[in-house]
């Protein structure tokens, strides 16, 4: 063997172990991802492809970021639970403190790794491990594309187990998953996954996912921050068509969240997913390679439930995307509309056009300048925090007067994620009060959010009002004040400008005079109906009635004045006015301008008088004058 070629071998021999590094863990950038998976390469994984979600294309414009721009962003799943030990899991969960923590929403308490496991079982009593599956998709993607410090899950236990017979079944309610929305919006994270839902022919009327007023509002009010990601839902004997309204599946058909059906390798959407215009994408969720049980155990799975997290994940790939573009990160109404606006592949099914989640296409479509196909607003819809009234309240925002809380407004135009965003600025607020066509209508602001505390009692309205063109359409939420019951000892009789004091402190006696107005009003009314006929009693006497009571003594001596409000006894002795009424002329003013009166009336007749004595000398003077003229002639 010659030098040269024991040389190219020695050189060989150096360089091949390198290579077979480089062949099992590929490195982009000098960012290294996982790409082995128990008994799975990625490479092997079909929706990992051009032509499904392209995650090469992805991680090729991720490492093209500035990093330094970067902040964490987090994606929160609300399921059964996360078996924090499994391999998938490690990097890329939620931690303080170097301490992996969620949030149970049934308990509504921050939670630990031993108590955020899994604990999800089927109709037979055995181990589904669901939430590892769903969070599971979204920690290899994660790994995929190298964001192992961009992006974080967050684990939320939503679920409960009851019996069911001799089987323990996991449960999702109304209020767990409120307060999963709730905690996603207030950590900031920037989609929370829903991998849960109901039939709406299902549904019973004390829980009923499709009207629930708590959910709309959780909804609406994380929808600035959060998109809300929920799975459309399977049916084994073939998917359900939203236009049939026993058949919609929620919360993913609701207005508001953003819902993902489930397509198979071929680009087609998966026969058992639900589907139609109520969902808003499909993304893959036809044999999955997902987290099992066990921290090195794997299973391949297929439903919406698994397609739902890939749609979370590109959440936080546009969010991730703006920040190294130095651009403002949209919130997740923007999300929404980019998503329902990419320009990636469709796929048609019984009429429909599905738009499918291609993550090349999200990260690379220019979508400052994407002309987008808005819809005209078709109606306002509002949800609010207020709680409702029973009976012939329970349409209306009900509240005691003496318990008026702020309350927050939202309005969201509908089609959801379809109208211009600029028409949100134009939305006006109103408050209407009055009776039938005798209303009055007082503007509180424009914008897609109202703060509002209540200073008209009784019943009101607050309206959400958008002029489009030549069209007005708007909707109204009734609200309800309840004026505070009237009880004798809570007010008492006092002076008009002393109404609004502390009963404690208003003056209940004072020193009036003859011929002086004195206006009088009742304490403690504040939050009382101003509607309520007040009859006023002066020494028992019937004097008048009205909400104040102007008094006018003719002659001094004591008076009392009491007060009658509405059917109520006469105010009890303890809470009448004592009144003092003294002659005018006695009253300092008075008698100062009584002296005054009189100084000018002395002076007056004083100078009269010296006057009249003048002129008398003068007259005198001129007859003397005439008499001494004719006896000289």
């Avoid at 329902?340 to 056009?353: F, R, V």
Wanted: charge should be negative; hydrophobic fraction near 40%.
């Amino acid at each position: 063997m010659s030098k040269s070629i024991r040389k190219s071998f020695i050189i060989l021999a150096a360089i091949l172990p390198v290579i077979a590094v480089f062949c099992a863990y590929p490195t982009f950038g000098g960012v290294s991802f996982a790409a082995n998976y128990g008994d799975k390469n990625s490479a092997e994984l079909w929706y990992y492809q051009s032509g499904a979600l392209d995650v090469n294309m992805a991680r090729s414009v991720v490492e093209s970021w500035d990093k330094s721009k970067l902040s964490p962003v987090l994606i929160a799943v609300a399921d059964t639970g996360i078996d924090v030990s499994h391999e998938l899991f490690s990097g890329v969960l939620y931690s303080e403190n170097g301490e992996t923590v969620g949030y149970n929403s049934r308990t509504n308490k921050r939670i630990t790794a031993a108590e955020l496991a899994d604990n999800a079982v089927n109709a037979d009593g055995k181990l589904e491990k669901h939430g590892n599956s769903v969070a599971g998709v979204i920690a290899m993607v994660i790994k995929e594309l190298g964001l192992q410090d961009y992006i974080k899950i967050y684990p939320i236990k939503a679920n409960s187990l009851s019996r069911d017979g001799k089987s323990e079944v996991s449960s999702f309610s109304i209020s767990s998953v409120v307060r999963a929305i709730n905690k996603a919006n207030e950590i900031g994270a920037c989609a929370i996954n829903l991998s849960l839902g109901i039939y709406s022919s299902n549904m019973s009327s004390d829980a009923d996912w499709a009207k629930d007023r708590q959910l709309d509002y959780a909804i609406d009010n994380a929808r600035e921050n959060t998109l809300i990601v929920c799975a459309a839902g399977n049916d084994e004997n073939g998917g359900r068509d939203s236009a049939i309204a026993g058949d919609r599946f929620f919360p993913a058909a609701r207005e508001g969240v953003f819902s993902v059906m489930n397509y198979k390798q071929d680009g087609a959407v998966h026969p058992n997913s639900n589907f139609g215009d109520a969902y808003d994408i499909a993304a893959p969720g036809t044999d999955i390679y997902t987290a099992k049980f066990t921290s090195a155990s794997y299973q391949t799975i297929s439903g919406t439930s698994l397609a739902t997290p890939f749609a979370s994940v590109a959440a936080a790939l546009i969010k991730l995307r703006y920040m190294a573009e130095g651009k403002t990160v949209p919130s997740g109404d923007g999300i929404a509309r980019m998503l329902k606006n990419l320009d990636s592949a469709k796929t048609q099914k019984e009429g429909y056009s599905i738009r499918l989640l291609d993550y090349g296409a999200l990260l690379t479509q220019d979508f400052e300048n994407t002309e987008y196909d808005y819809a005209p607003p078709a109606s306002i819809k509002i949800t609010h925090n207020g709680e409702l009234g029973t009976a012939e309240y329970e349409e209306a925002v009900y509240m005691q007067a003496t318990k008026v809380q702020p309350l927050t407004f939202i309005a969201r135009l509908n089609p959801y994620g379809e109208t211009s965003p600029d028409l949100y600025d134009s939305i006006q607020w109103i408050l209407r009060s009055g009776e039938g066509d005798n209303y009055i209508e007082t503007s509180l602001g424009t914008g897609a959010k109202l703060v509002y505390s209540a200073e008209v009692f009784g019943d009101t309205a607050i309206i959400a009002r958008l002029v489009y063109g030549e069209t007005v359409i708007e909707e109204s939420q009734a609200i309800h004040i309840e004026y505070a019951p009237y009880l004798a000892g809570e007010v008492r009789v006092t002076y008009a400008q002393n109404m609004y004091d502390d009963v404690s402190r208003a003056p209940s006696g004072g020193v009036l005079y003859t011929n002086a107005t004195t206006v009088f009003a009742l304490t403690g009314l504040k939050y009382a109906d101003r509607t309520v006929p007040i009859k006023w009693f002066v020494n028992g006497e019937l004097a008048g009635e009205g909400f104040t009571f102007a008094f006018k003594p003719t002659k001094a001596g004591d008076y009392k004045i009491s007060a009658q409000y509405g059917d109520n006894p006469v105010l009890d002795t303890t809470y009448v006015f004592s009144a003092d009424v003294r002659p005018f002329i006695v009253r300092p003013l008075d008698l100062a301008m009584f002296v005054l009166g009189l100084c000018i009336i002395i002076a007056a007749a004083t100078v009269g008088a010296v006057l009249v004595g003048r002129h008398k000398k003068i007259k005198e003077a001129a007859t003397a004058g005439k008499g001494a003229d004719s006896a000289q002639g």
